[in-house]
């Protein structure tokens, strides 16, 4: 007999998944610059856009990944210090929206990211088609719009942490070399280390600007507008197009989609307008790096500086300690001659001579005179004290 039970549901395995993972808050801003707050797990995200979970992985917070450009078959991944986006063909994905230092940056997006597009309307139709395929050729990419910003953003954040290191650093510096002290040494020291962190983020976003740079494979990837235009011209598959009309033209007419391929092969290898944004940037966190480099080196010249004045305070310590232990030598030398005439011996030249005193004293206090001046001219000679 068979035993009556409940059916217990089984969970599925994207169930279990949604239940363990961890939202994120994120803000969606299309096209035309409208933003929308949203929560949204990994898995969510990848449903929504085309990368794998590796990707995702850069953008969490609690994985510690320098800041990294990758792009994409239909995305880019952005991390950029605290910027950490997935900008599409049409949309941006960016973390932490409320964020302080996030604001600024979702304002610029939602005022850079519509396209602006200037029609004549006294032209004719085909004038105004042509004006129009113009525009749109010309118009910066989506993609691009998005990377410059954010570009433009971390540029200006590490520059302005770089300011506020300049004017924090230089009067500590300029203070500790008028006066040595504990407080101005502890504080120089703080600065330092945070002006070592500071170069250490700078130096990883112009790496990851000049390795872009370098490698033409790698902007080519950057191009999703043109990645998109490509899959969906009928150029793009293996067969013959099918709308080819069966007319006597159409060798010209196969000619001419030859040249139109080769010209398209010759576009996906064009990256000039790409380079020129990146160099823009490679040049302002150059300068930004520069910056540091100099508050480095004054650093540096700084601690020189008080190296060489603690050396010459222990020189005169030296000195000093050498004119002390002179005078003890010489004083000894005294107090020996003072302890044999002291001696309770009874002696028969100490009867009948007091006028010897005198003698004994001048005389013993010429003798360590003499050899005291004679240690200090040897070690003046020697260069052991200054003259």
Not at 128 to 141: C, I, L, T, Y
Not at 148 to 172: H, K, M, N, Q
Not at 212 to 231: E, I, T, V
Request: net charge negative.
């Amino acid at each position: 007999m068979a035993r009556e039970g409940f059916i217990v549901p089984v969970e599925t395995q994207a169930s279990l998944k949604k239940k363990t993972a961890v939202s994120w808050r994120w803000m969606l801003l299309d096209h035309t610059g409208q933003g929308t707050i949203l929560d949204l797990d990994k898995y969510e995200i990848m449903q929504r856009v085309p990368i794998h979970a590796r990707d995702l992985r850069i953008l969490d917070p609690l994985l510690s990944y320098p800041s990294i450009i990758l792009g994409r078959e239909r995305a880019i991944v952005l991390n950029l210090e605290h910027i950490k986006a997935i900008v599409t063909s049409e949309e941006v994905l960016l973390r932490d929206p409320l964020d302080d230092n996030i604001i600024p940056v979702v304002e610029e997006l939602q005022r850079r990211l519509p396209p602006v597009i200037a029609i004549s309307q006294d032209q004719g139709e085909d004038e105004e088609q042509q004006g129009a395929k113009d525009d749109v050729e010309s118009e910066f990419p989506f993609e691009f719009r998005a990377l410059e910003v954010a570009l433009e953003g971390i540029c200006s954040f590490l520059d302005a942490r770089t300011g506020e290191l300049e004017t924090a650093a230089y009067p500590a510096l300029d203070e500790l070399t008028s006066k040595i002290s504990s407080r101005n040494l502890d504080r120089v020291r703080k600065l330092k280390s945070a002006m070592t962190r500071l170069t250490s983020r700078v130096q990883k976003v112009r790496d990851e600007l000049e390795q872009l740079l370098d490698d033409d494979d790698d902007m080519a990837d950057l191009y999703l507008s043109r990645k998109m235009a490509g899959a969906a011209s009928p150029l793009s598959g293996f067969g013959n197009p099918i709308w080819f009309p069966a007319s006597p033209t159409i060798n010209s007419k196969i000619s001419r989609t030859s040249r139109a391929s080769l010209a398209a092969s010759h576009v996906e290898n064009d990256v000039d307008e790409l380079e020129m944004l990146l160099e823009a940037y490679f040049m302002q966190i150059e300068g930004t790096l520069n910056k540091l480099t100099t508050l480095r080196e004054y650093i540096d010249d700084t601690e020189d500086y008080i190296n060489i004045q603690l050396d010459n305070h222990r020189n005169q310590l030296i000195q000093l300690e050498l004119f002390l232990s002179s005078g003890t030598v010489c004083v000894s030398i005294y107090s020996l001659v003072a302890a044999i005439f002291g001696m309770n011996i009874p002696y028969t030249w100490k009867e009948g001579h007091g006028y010897m005193f005198k003698w004994v004293v001048i005389l013993t206090g010429i003798l360590c005179g003499s050899i005291f001046l004679s240690i200090m001219t040897y070690a003046r000679h020697k260069g052991l004290v200054g003259s």
